[in-house]
């Protein structure tokens, strides 16, 4: 059968409160960056992007954070929803000219009503 | 609305059977890819298409291949599947360097 999985990052929030997710990217030479939310069963979904020549990008409720000196990577939700529980992945494209994509290991979010 | 789906959801094989995962797009993306997902990790990609173009990723064993027959569809063979395969596996497109769109996944079982 499958192989044991590794025990993820959790976070655990309180319906409301913001959450802030972190991620260490690994290449100085990306150039764009994804997080995506994967609910249970389903396929990755995408939230945000933002590109190297950026330090701040701001969606519907989410904000996505770089900063190239340490090479990190945050996502911030507002006002977390129970909705909102799903493991979220950064992902890091490598400049190759076309999106090959590596993904970080992930951190799982738990909402509580 | 424009997607990528995956068929079967749910494929159960024996150990050593071949097994074919299929993949369409209606996004009209030039780059097709195939991921395995194990649980509680981050998806590892195994190949990719350019458009006709294929692209192994080292790592990936002699057992997994891969056709793309037109813009539209993609094909995920396992010739020999072992225990070791039984996975989530994703597909996913793009444009070019575009942000990587993904379908539900295929679980597989291996028995």
Same mark, same amino acid.
């Given at each position: !059968?499958?192989?044991?999985?590794?025990?993820?990052?959790?976070?655990?929030?309180?319906?409301?409160? @913001?959450?802030? +997710?972190?991620?260490?990217?690994?290449?100085?030479?990306?150039?764009? %960056?994804?997080?995506?939310?994967?609910?249970? !069963?389903?396929?990755?979904? %995408? +939230?945000?992007?933002?590109?190297? @020549?950026?330090?701040?990008?701001? !969606?519907?409720?989410?904000?996505?954070?770089?900063?190239?000196?340490?090479?990190?990577?945050?996502?911030?939700?507002?006002?977390?929803?129970?909705?909102?529980?799903?493991?979220? %992945?950064?992902?890091? @494209?490598? @400049?190759? !000219?076309?999106?090959?994509?590596?993904?970080?290991?992930?951190?799982?979010?738990?909402?509580?009503? | 609305?424009?997607?990528?789906?995956?068929?079967?959801?749910?494929?159960?094989?024996?150990?050593? $059977?071949?097994?074919?995962?299929? =993949? *369409?797009?209606?996004?009209? /993306?030039?780059?097709?890819?195939?991921?395995?997902? $194990? *649980?509680?990790?981050?998806? $590892?990609?195994?190949?990719?298409?350019?458009? $006709?173009?294929?692209?192994?990723?080292?790592?990936?064993?002699?057992?997994?291949?891969?056709?793309?027959?037109?813009?539209?569809? =993609?094909?995920?063979?396992?010739?020999?599947?072992?225990?070791?395969?039984?996975?989530?596996?994703? =597909?996913?497109?793009? /444009? #070019?360097?575009?942000?990587?769109?993904?379908?539900?996944?295929? #679980?597989?079982?291996?028995?």
């Amino acid at each position: !059968g499958e192989s044991v999985g590794l025990h993820l990052p959790t976070l655990s929030v309180q319906e409301g409160d @913001n959450s802030i +997710i972190n991620c260490a990217y690994s290449n100085s030479a990306s150039d764009y %960056f994804i997080w995506y939310k994967q609910e249970s !069963g389903k396929g990755p979904q %995408f +939230i945000i992007d933002i590109r190297s @020549n950026m330090d701040k990008r701001q !969606g519907q409720r989410v904000t996505v954070l770089l900063n190239k000196t340490v090479k990190h990577l945050s996502l911030q939700i507002a006002a977390t929803q129970p909705g909102d529980s799903a493991v979220y %992945f950064c992902a890091e @494209n490598l @400049n190759s !000219g076309y999106s090959t994509l590596t993904f970080g290991k992930g951190t799982m979010l738990l909402v509580s009503p | 609305d424009a997607m990528v789906i995956q068929n079967p959801r749910y494929q159960v094989t024996q150990f050593g $059977k071949p097994v074919t995962l299929s =993949c *369409s797009q209606t996004l009209n /993306h030039n780059v097709m890819y195939w991921y395995q997902q $194990k *649980s509680s990790q981050a998806p $590892k990609l195994l190949f990719h298409y350019y458009d $006709k173009d294929f692209n192994n990723e080292a790592d990936t064993p002699d057992n997994f291949q891969s056709r793309r027959p037109n813009t539209s569809f =993609c094909f995920l063979d396992i010739r020999s599947p072992g225990l070791g395969d039984a996975a989530m596996y994703l =597909c996913a497109t793009s /444009h #070019r360097v575009d942000t990587q769109y993904f379908g539900p996944g295929t #679980r597989l079982t291996v028995l």
